[in-house]
């Protein structure tokens, strides 16, 4: 299985600031993923994080407002832009094999915006 | 698409006693379906998985079955231990095909001591 860390854990924003977390895994893995999950919801999947090449975005989701980095086989990062306090949520990095098969999360970064 | 439900919402057991969590998935050609349990302030962890090759797994008290022809799966957790009180996920994906996982709901477990 893979570790994986996120940081920062959590964090207090204000409106219309951007926020950079950061998700490294302990093994290079071929995929790795971004989700969102809502206070007592569900994950739901913001993109896939591709090595070398754009990510690959959910219907409701864009570049624009998610950018997403992953310069090598064991990192990524997620980017929230003009944040607003629908922003407000957990923000989970996940890593798997070929496929998506087998995934691993990490512990979160919990995000607040005022 | 894919669309993934999950039965109960909430579940509580005495200390001791088993749970079960069900869910139902719509896309015949899924073939993987994991389980995570998500303790408070944590991401989710992968407890146990299914592939459709396979009717039924187990490790220690949880198991997983699957029906393929009803399109559901289902996690039991026997002997049931306060530590065991969280939200279970159950997923559905098409591995091998580069389908990323169907999230259901999610079940909040108490464990009643």
């Known amino acids: 299985s893979a570790v994986i860390s996120q940081k920062p854990s959590r964090d207090i924003c204000q409106r219309g600031t951007s926020l950079t977390i950061q998700c490294q895994v302990d093994s290079q893995v071929t995929m790795m993923f971004w989700y969102r999950q809502q206070p007592g919801q569900s994950l739901t999947l913001i993109a896939t994080a591709n090595q070398g090449s754009e990510a690959t975005y959910e219907s409701g989701f864009v570049i624009d407002k998610f950018p997403i980095s992953r310069p090598n086989l064991t990192f990524s990062t997620l980017t929230v832009s003009n944040m607003s306090p629908e922003d407000s949520s957990i923000y989970l990095c996940s890593a798997g094999g070929v496929s998506g098969e087998t995934q691993y999360f990490g512990p979160g970064t919990r995000l607040l915006v005022l | 698409g894919e669309n993934v439900e999950q039965h109960p919402s909430t579940l509580s057991v005495q200390e001791g006693d088993s749970a079960v969590i069900k869910c139902t998935y719509s896309?015949?050609?899924?073939?993987?379906f994991p389980w995570y349990k998500q303790e408070l302030g944590k991401g989710p962890q992968l407890i146990i998985d299914i592939r459709s090759n396979v009717g039924e797994k187990k490790d220690q008290r949880i198991a997983v079955t699957l029906n393929k022809t009803a399109k559901h799966f289902s996690l039991h957790i026997t002997e049931t231990q306060p530590e065991d009180s969280a939200v279970y996920f159950c997923?559905?994906?098409?591995?091998?095909?580069?389908?990323?996982?169907?999230f259901g709901p999610g079940t909040r477990l108490s464990v009643l001591p």
């Open positions: 896309d015949s050609a899924s073939n993987y």
């Open positions: 997923a559905a994906s098409k591995v091998n095909y580069g389908q990323n996982f169907v």
